[in-house]
């Protein structure tokens, strides 16, 4: 069982940055690949990042170049850093992680809203 909590949602202005967190119950060292995910108004969820155990990212190309992902192992943490954020960036953020043959696990979402 891995749990997951995301925070660092909030209101801003179109432009604005902000950095949400996913915490994760388990080690991020033992997890082979943790990825954030939004879900807008009336919309699908959408894959927005993942960065995979090794380090590498991967990006959703409507977010490359403004926004990025990290990991800290030491606090089971894994960022996601939102800069020149835009008005349809507006949406619910998940994290999201897997184990093969044991369980998929979502977080409760954290609320992102860019006004114009």
């Known amino acids: 069982q891995v749990q997951v909590v995301e925070s660092g949602g909030g209101l801003v202005q179109a432009g604005g940055s902000l950095r949400l967190s996913c915490q994760t119950s388990?080690?991020?060292?033992?997890?082979?690949?943790i990825d954030w995910y939004r879900q807008a108004p009336g919309k699908q969820r959408e894959f927005v990042a993942r960065?995979?155990?090794?380090?590498?990212?991967n990006l959703a190309d409507s977010v490359k170049g403004r926004f990025t992902i990290s990991r800290d192992n030491a606090k089971n943490t894994v960022y996601l850093q939102m800069n020149s954020l835009k008005p349809e960036d507006t949406a619910v953020y998940y994290c999201?992680?897997?184990?093969?043959?044991?369980?998929?696990?979502w977080g409760q979402g954290t609320q992102v809203t860019v006004s114009s």
């Open positions: 999201y992680t897997a184990k093969p043959g044991v369980g998929v696990y």
């Open positions: 388990v080690s991020t060292s033992r997890i082979n690949a």
């Open positions: 960065i995979s155990s090794d380090g590498s990212t």
